[in-house]
């Protein structure tokens, strides 16, 4: 009877292993998930403030040889 307490005690502590392990997976696959999409926000940001500022000095550029 031993051996099978042993054995019972053997699965659940694999199964606590891998519910440990499966929760740092989902941790770890939502931060990268999360800096992903920071990453795109900011990227997507920078890329509209150049836009803006090119457009910007297109502007004074026309009015300067507009005058």
């Known amino acids: ?5 042993t054995y019972e005690a053997g699965i659940s502590y694999i199964t ?3 519910a ?3 929760v740092v997976v989902v941790v ?3 931060v990268v998930v999360v ?3 920071v990453v795109i926000v900011v990227v997507v940001v920078v890329v509209i ?3 803006v500022v090119i457009v910007e000095l ?3 550029v026309v009015v300067v040889v507009v005058k």
């Open 49 to 51: 403030a150049v836009i």
């Open 1 to 5: 009877m031993g051996s099978v307490g």
């Open 16 to 18: 606590a292993i891998a």
């Open 35 to 37: 800096v992903v999409v």
């Open 58 to 60: 297109a502007v004074i």
């Open 28 to 30: 770890v696959v939502v």
């Open 20 to 22: 440990e392990i499966v």
